[in-house]
């Protein structure tokens, strides 16, 4: 009788996670603390720096129900994100296109088509620079011109 060797079973398979207690730990540094990594705001891109993992990891794991916790963690990441985008959009400290560009990722939208088609008129806004649009005219105000409290600034057509 042929004596049989028993079957090897294999390795699950890949590399072991990198989601463990230490990371947990540093994404919620991370959370605290962006601003020391020279980050203007906080973000996937970066804490994905700091953790060592890609963004599509981090979106994987956002998503896996058996890991609340960090999901819960990115959820008030982005909603710090937006509240740091809207404050610093609002006082002109960051660029407006990026602003704009980066809070289209927490649903805000500019719909000049929608605007106009509901009112005739359609509003650009500029770094200072307001542009209303209708039947063909177009009105452009520079405020970006320091007027004095009360005054009114010209209009260049």
């Known amino acids: 009788m042929a004596e049989t060797q028993p079957l ?7 590399r072991p996670t990198k989601y463990t207690p230490e ?3 540093k994404t919620k540094e991370y959370l605290e603390g962006w601003e020391q990594h020279g980050h203007k705001i906080p ?3 970066g804490l994905s720096q700091v953790i060592d993992v890609t963004r599509e990891r981090i979106a994987i794991w956002r998503q896996d129900k058996n890991k609340q916790e960090f999901s819960r963690i990115i959820d008030r990441l982005m909603s710090m994100q937006e509240t740091k985008l809207l404050d610093n959009g609002l006082d002109g ?7 704009k560009l980066c809070l289209s990722k927490h649903g ?4 000049p ?8 008129i359609q509003v650009t806004v500029n770094r200072g620079i307001v542009k209303l649009e209708t039947g063909g005219q177009t009105l452009t105000v520079d405020a970006s011109e320091q007027a ?10």
């Open 8 to 14: 090897k079973k294999k390795h699950p398979g890949g």
């Open 23 to 25: 990371l947990i730990r």
């Open 43 to 45: 973000s996937i891109s």
């Open 93 to 99: 400290t960051f660029n407006s296109a990026i602003t």
């Open 108 to 111: 805000y939208y500019d719909n």
């Open 113 to 120: 088509q929608a605007n106009q088609a509901a009112t005739g």
């Open 148 to 157: 004095v409290d009360g005054e009114v600034l010209e209009h260049k057509p």
